[in-house]
């Protein structure tokens, strides 16, 4: 028997139109590209929010419609997540640090039919606009005093003059809303397309999990990117719980954001490890905390013990997450129970190393290599598997991709390696996908390998990640010459150039006789990282 209650679609247009009317003082507050602090509330949010849409629609956008951004995290990003969604379309985030080959691809296979641009991006757009889809309306996201030359509309003229309400349509919580690549499989970029269903779901989830942050009066600074993996969904948790949000745009360096943490009272600030190395090397050189910051949230990448205990041992609480582009993102967090608050800190640490506890609605499940469930011991390791309503059922228009991707039961693989002990704490051990993590961002091994290997020179070729203090991890690119001599590295570099961003070049290239193998003959790249586990990289 069913039961009698309202099915309302869940609409992230609710969100916002909650947040205007509950928490309609809470903050938004912007480092803009103008150069300026911009500062506006959920209230204000809400009508800029309605004129964009209606700017939106006199430009043509329509249900469906992939709307792309390229832009820092600022409010006016922030207000295309919600009109672009609002309106049906499919709000576009494109991650600027990929090569210009990935953001070709990822621009046609979408088929944006408008993009916004920060100042900053807009040599970026010049560069690559006559390889993007013919009659993509390219808009510069500040006002006209600040508008380059060329072929651009301009943000604020598009909202100008609109009506500062909305009439939100209503359509099936299934509707697609946002659409963001992943380069963290191998091949070319994959897009996880989120529905509004699973945007509301994950808001709340995250809600719930990290209920310290996420409350009215918290101030809570996302360095984690609004043009990757949605900010961790702070977009979101925030407006719908209360909390200010403090936008840091483009300076992500330790001064910067100490400064900035400290003007705007931040509480709670979210990002991968490497941001939070310059911040420690600010805290140091001032000698204190920001005043008012209590609590860190790291992921992307593992969290080091040192930068756990570091924070700790300074009364910043850490919370240690984990999650993918593929998951909304987040899968698990780190806070710890109450009843463990008063451990000692390197008991706490020892917790808090490993990435947390599933958060409500993510389902976890390790199997070994024949797809049999290995038991939650916190010692048997396997691939960990996810399933639940905020993780993708399939890359967008992606068939090749989507066969391997997901089990003979339906559950997603994540390509990462991991224990789960008895308490369910979750123990990311290794990487199963070949690829190397460096600031958060990833490099495709197996596509630098494929370019290397076009040398006459090379014979055989591995990229390996060497662990790294700053950037987590490196490539290393490992070469077998051929018997015709060694190529020279100057040319393998040049080689690789062409096709990649320089963030994405090895590190350093070492000659080898041969490369270990697995028992099935593949290359044991578990045995190059523990070889070259000491390689001191050049500065
Ligand atoms: P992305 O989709 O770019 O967010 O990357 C997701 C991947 O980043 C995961 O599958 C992991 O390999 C890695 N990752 C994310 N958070 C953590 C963490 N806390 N510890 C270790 N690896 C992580």
Not at 466 to 481: F, M, N, Q, S, T
């Amino acid at each position: 028997m069913l039961g009698s209650m309202m099915m309302r679609p869940l609409k992230i247009a609710d969100i916002l139109t909650f947040a205007a009317e509950v928490h309609p003082t809470a903050e938004i507050v912007s480092v803009r590209t103008e150069g300026d602090v911009h500062r506006t509330t959920y209230a204000e949010t809400a009508k800029r929010v309605a004129q964009l849409a209606h700017g939106l629609e006199k430009q043509g956008a329509k249900m469906g419609d992939r709307i792309a951004t390229l832009a820092w995290n600022g409010y006016r990003h922030f207000e295309l997540y919600y009109a672009i969604s609002g309106i049906g379309a499919v709000c576009h985030t494109i991650n600027p640090r990929l090569s210009a080959e990935q953001m070709t691809y990822i621009v046609t296979h979408a088929n944006d039919t408008m993009l916004f641009v920060d100042t900053t991006f807009v040599p970026i757009v010049d560069g690559l606009r006559s390889q993007w889809p013919e009659g993509l309306k390219v808009v510069v996201m500040t006002d006209r005093a600040h508008m380059p030359e060329g072929d651009y509309l301009c943000y604020e003229e598009l909202l100008e003059g609109q009506p500062e309400t909305h009439d939100w349509p209503d359509f099936p919580e299934e509707t697609a809303a946002g659409l963001c690549y992943t380069s963290g499989t191998t091949g070319n970029p994959k897009g996880t397309l989120y529905t509004h269903r699973s945007t509301v779901l994950h808001a709340m989830m995250v809600g719930l999990s990290l209920p310290a942050a996420l409350q009215p009066g918290k101030r809570i600074l996302p360095v984690v990117p609004l043009f990757h993996v949605n900010a961790w969904g702070l977009p979101y948790s925030a407006p719908l719980t209360g909390a200010s949000l403090i936008f840091p745009g483009a300076a992500l360096d330790g001064p910067s954001l100490f400064k900035l943490m400290e003007q705007e009272r931040v509480f709670s600030a979210w990002g991968v490890p490497t941001v939070w190395l310059g911040l420690q090397g600010e805290i140091e050189a001032q000698g204190r905390v920001p005043e008012g910051f209590g609590d860190v949230v790291i992921g992307g990448s593992a969290a080091p013990a040192s930068m756990i205990t570091y924070f700790e041992s300074h009364g910043v609480n850490v919370c240690h997450a984990w999650g993918m582009t593929e998951m909304s993102p987040v899968g698990t967090q780190g806070n710890l129970p109450d009843h463990l608050d008063d451990l000692p800190v390197d008991e706490r640490v020892a917790i808090k190393s490993k990435q947390g506890r599933r958060v409500f609605g993510v389902e976890l499940k390790i199997v070994d290599e024949d797809g049999n469930r290995l038991p939650h011991d916190g010692v048997a390791a396997g691939e960990l598997y996810v399933r639940g309503n905020t993780i993708t059922s399939g890359y967008f228009q992606n068939d090749d991709a989507n066969a391997e991707a997901f089990d003979n039961e339906g559950w997603f693989g994540t390509g990462d390696v991991a224990t789960i002990d008895r308490h369910g704490y979750l123990n990311i051990t290794d990487r199963a996908k070949d690829l190397i993590k460096s600031g958060g961002e990833w490099i495709s091994s197996l596509d630098l390998e494929n370019t290397v290997m076009a040398h006459p020179k090379v014979a055989n070729c591995a990229v390996i990640a060497v662990p790294h203090e700053k950037w987590d991890e490196r490539p290393l690119l490992v070469v077998v010459p051929s018997p015709e001599g060694r190529p020279e590295v100057a040319e393998l570099m040049a080689l690789l150039e062409e096709h990649f961003a320089k963030w994405q070049l090895p590190d350093d290239v070492v000659f080898a006789d041969a490369l270990p193998l697995t028992a099935t003959g593949k290359v044991s790249k578990l045995t190059l990282r523990k070889t070259y586990a000491d390689h001191r990289l050049p500065d």
